[in-house]
C-alpha cells in the first residue's frame, strides 16, 4: 500500500508538472469571465520596447493568472480550504453568519471630502431648481443591518457616520431616511446573500418609505410575487467563489395585470415593452433582469396621464425599485452619471421633469465622483 501511494504522489506530480505547460499550449484563450464580470488578460505583446520596460513580464504574469488552466476550480478550491482554516474574510468578503457574504467596507476607505463634495452638489442642483420636487435616497449597506451576522471583531466602517453628515449638511430637499425602517425589519430578506445588491422585499420597502414621504401608502397584499430563478449567485460570490456558497432566488413583485408601457433604452437605441429582461436570467449576473442591466439613459413611458414625469438620478439600486412606480407617473426618466455625459439641467427641460429622486447605495454615495456632474 505504502508502494502504490508513493507512485500515485509521484503520478499526480508529473501531471501537474508537465499536464498545465500542455493545457496553456492547447486550450483556448478565455477572453470574459461571467464570474468575475470583467475581460481577462491576453497574451502579452512580444516587443524590445515592451522587453526593456518591464510591461511583457507584468503582462504575462497577468496573462498567466487570468488564464490559468481551470482557474475557477482552483480559486474554489483555494477559498474552501482558506474558510476550514478559520479564515473569515476573502477578497474583502466577510463569510457572515447565516449564509451572508456581506462586503467589507473600512474606517480608512471612507472618505469625508469626497462626501462632503456630493452633498454640496447636490445642495447647488436642488438651489438651481426650487420649482422642482427633488428627494434624496440613500440606502444601507448590508453591513449596517445585519451587523449582528458579521464574524466576531470585524473591523466595518460605522455609517452612521455618513448618515449623520448627510443630515447636517442637506439643504432643500426632501431626504427619506430608511435606516429604522430596514433596521426594524432586519431579520428579513432585505439584501441576497450572494451579492452586494438589496432583494425586491428590500426595495418595496424603500417604495413603501418613498410612499410615506409623499403622502400615499403601498401594500404589500396588493402585488403578487413570482420567483423567476432560484440560482442567483451574484458579485459578493464572485469574489469568493467558495463551493460552500448559497444559492439565492429572484422575485418580480407585479401589481395585477400590467399596463402597456414602453421602456427606451439610450434615447431608443433599445427599446422593450417591460422592465424586465428575462433573457438575463441565462447569464451569471441575473439581478440584470431588472431593467436589463444599467444603461446611460432610460426613459419609461406608462398608461397614466396624471402629469407626473420622474427622474431618477441614481446606481444599480434603483434597478430593482422602479417598476413599484410604473403606476405613480406617466414618464419615469432614469440617468446613471457613470455613463451619462449631458446636461442633466436640459434633460430635464427636455423632458418636462417635475420630480426628482437621487438614489444611491449609500457606499456608491460617499466614493462616486460623477455625482459633481450634476452641480454644473
Known sequence: MKKIGQITAIVLFLAMLYGIPVSF???KDIAFSENENRYLAD???LSLENMLSGKFMEGTERYIDDQFPQRDFW?????DFLRLTGRKEINGVYLAGDGYLIEKWLES????KRLTENIEALNRFAQRHPEQTIAVMLVPTAGMILKEKLPENAPMFHQQLAYDLVNRKLGGVSYIDLNPLFAAHSTEALYYRADHHWTTYGAFLAYSAWCAANGCSADLDSFESETVT?????SLYSKVLGSYCVVDKIELYRQG??????VAYNFGKMRSHTVYASERLLQKDKYQVFLNGNHPEVTIRTSQTNGRHLLIIKDSFANAFVPFLLKDYETIHLIDLRYYNGSIDDYMLEN???ECLILY???NFCEDKNILDIAS
Open 25 to 27: 499550449l492547447i486550450q
Open 43 to 45: 497574451k502579452p505583446l
Open 75 to 79: 480559486v474554489s478550491l483555494k477559498s
Open 109 to 112: 476607505e471612507f472618505d469625508e
Open 230 to 234: 432560484d440560482e442567483f449567485q451574484g
Open 257 to 262: 395585470e400590467e399596463d402597456a408601457y414602453d
Open 352 to 354: 418636462d421633469i417635475n
Open 361 to 363: 447605495n449609500i457606499k
